[in-house]
């Protein structure tokens, strides 16, 4: 999508992908800076370990305790400019868009089910809470993550009722934030014997390839409304690409090309 960006505006610009082990991020941070780099985009498991690797953090970065986008920028200072990274989050406002978008849900005075307390689910958990979400169940494989989200939430968001553990009737929403699902042979993030899907009115996946996942497609069967995380990642780009150019991004052509890459047309 940033290369058919770049392109519609005419922007001699490039967007590569590359593979970092969590050990050699920050040698990458440094490398992309010394290279003339624009900026990065970060994904698991690095949105966290890079909150302590930039110069300085955006109040998204610092609001959302990640770093999913960095954008290197000259700063004058004893005679000579010096390149300084800067980290923002895109997500947090992204995903809130994308369920307004795709879901036409308004998240204030929802009752939100939540599957992950890492990186992206502990982000999607204070986005939520400053929504005015009033009750959101917190579920996690290690407890301890969602007692501590749940904790900061209660600290920040007083107004909003959080319990970890699954809730015992209907919810409005229910968000996968896990990483369950990405792979072809992955079991359910939810736990169907602990909560049923036909008290979820709509499913969200954070994943988008697979188009739809396997808790998805047992979604749709019980008649839930059903989307995946590709409008969250059309809109968490189009706002990084305006981080590192400063213009508007052509978020039809953004789209245009998530669609043919992800759904083949």
Known sequence: MHNAAFAALGLNWRYLAFEVQPDDLRAAIEGARAMGFAGLNLTVPHKLLALELVDALDPSAKKWG??????????????RSKVRAVGFNTDADAMVTALREDLKLELRGARVLLLGAGGAGRTAALKLAAEKVADLFLVNRTQSKARTVAAEIKKQFPSTNVTVGYPES????????????????????????????????????????????????????????TANGLGMLLHQGARAFEIWTGKPAPLDVMRRALAQNIYGH
Do not use: M, W
């Open 170 to 225: 209907g919810v409005d929403l229910l968000i996968n934030a896990t990483s369950l699902g990405l792979k072809a042979g992955d079991k359910s993030p939810l736990d169907e014997r602990r909560y049923s899907l036909e008290q979820a009115r709509s499913v969200y996946d954070l994943i988008y390839r697979p188009a739809e996942t396997a808790l998805l497609k047992a979604a749709k069967k019980t008649g839930c409304k």
């Open 66 to 79: 990640a770093v999913n986008t960095i954008r290197f920028e000259t700063a004058g200072g004893h005679g």
